[in-house]
């Protein structure tokens, strides 16, 4: 009686989230991302995967100012830190591969690197406890009153040697959080010193290709060129009457490990698909990725309250949903994906103008499935 009671209840709680989720229309989504309809300005595209199933995929706007080409789920954005997760994987896979460790030290894989690395490991970088200098505070120093689209362009490399000027990280390794894109550069690096191979060359090898991402890439600029490529816009005025400049590059956007793809919402379904399913990494070598970090010197915080972070990915719940998250913000460019695992909803919005926040439009259509008020 009790099995056949609990079998009911299942059944009935499974058909009320059904209803819920069908109640959703496309057009109740679509008039979130309305307002950015246009045939002279760029956009944004947007997927919303539901239960294993894309059930909203469109763009608004466009490409660029010179082609007016209309935004679809093929466009490529440059995603910036929403990056931070693929390299990740990248040494999550170097480990299962067992020619990394988490807990190798700086100094282990470059030791020329200075003293104040022998204490900073991997699980440090990939969770933001490595109290690296950020690089690009160090640039700011350097060119204290050039025009951040004047400064020149830096390298991975040229990351590393700013680091190694360095004679100290900003706290004790592991005692604190502050959020580093100087770690997630030197963590593509590493990939780059363990695998013998470019970076580039191993995310293709090794997630784009066996994912069938197929026109995702790392972008190096000479090296390679991006298909159906959107370029970075920054609007003029306030008014809705102002013009755009194209802003697309910065003298940080030649760096790879802490945002360096370009990507489609077509080849993101894939991507996540293959969380969803594990057919990248298991669900038991996920699990440091999705492992909230716990500093030695207290809570993880930032200037905007509590963090939950793991290798890749912001852990915070969302109005008492499980999430897994992370925005992207570079010159031309804001991004976000937001994964509900608990409820089978994923939402990635990605923009090529700066004027919008992408992570309060996607937590919107979230809202639209998780019955929560706005």
Not at 159 to 187: D, I, R
Request: overall charge negative; proline content about 6%.
């Amino acid at each position: 009686m009790k099995s056949r009671l609990a079998t009911a209840l299942f059944l009935a709680l499974a058909l009320l989230t059904a209803s819920a989720s069908a109640q959703v229309s496309p057009t109740q989504i679509d008039a979130i991302f309305s307002p950015l309809k246009s045939a002279t300005a760029p956009g944004v595209a947007v997927l919303v995967v539901r239960n294993g199933q894309p059930v909203f995929r469109r763009g608004y706007g466009v490409t660029d100012l010179r082609t007016l080409h209309p935004i679809d789920a093929q466009t490529n954005f440059r995603i910036a830190s929403f990056s931070k997760q693929f390299t990740a994987a990248c040494i999550m896979l170097l480990v299962r591969d067992g020619k990394l460790h988490y807990d190798d030290h700086l100094t282990d894989i470059f030791p020329e690197f200075p003293a104040y690395g022998k204490s900073i490991t991997v699980r440090n970088l990939l969770n933001h406890t490595s109290g690296l200098p950020d690089y690009e505070d160090i640039l700011t120093r350097q060119y204290p009153t050039t025009p951040d689209d004047q400064i020149p362009q830096i390298h991975n490399a040229g990351v590393l040697k700013l680091l190694e000027q360095e004679t100290a990280a900003k706290f004790p390794a592991g005692s604190k959080w502050a959020y580093s894109n100087s770690g997630y550069v030197v963590l593509a690096l590493i990939v780059e010193k363990v695998s013998g191979e470019p970076f580039g060359q191993f995310l293709h090898d090794r997630i784009f290709v066996p994912l069938k991402m197929s026109n995702t890439l790392a972008y190096e600029k000479g090296k390679n060129e991006v298909p159906h490529r959107a370029y970075g816009h920054t609007k003029l005025g306030q008014s809705e009457k102002d013009g755009w400049r194209e802003t697309d590059q910065s003298s940080t956007s030649a760096t790879l490990g802490d945002g360096g793809i370009y990507t489609s919402i077509d080849d993101l379904a894939q991507w996540d698909r293959a969380l969803r399913e594990h057919t990248l990494l298991s669900e038991a070598e996920m699990q440091p990725a999705l492992s909230s970090v716990k500093p030695t010197g207290g809570p993880a915080t930032s200037p905007e309250g509590p963090v939950s972070y793991g290798f890749g990915w912001h852990l915070e719940p969302y109005k008492n949903h499980k999430r897994m998250w992370h925005d992207g913000e570079t010159m031309g460019f804001r991004t976000t994906i937001q994964r509900f695992p608990d409820d089978n909803l994923t939402i990635i919005v990605l923009a090529n103008r700066t004027d919008i926040n992408p992570e309060e439009l996607a937590l919107k259509v979230a809202d639209l499935y998780l019955g929560t008020k706005p």
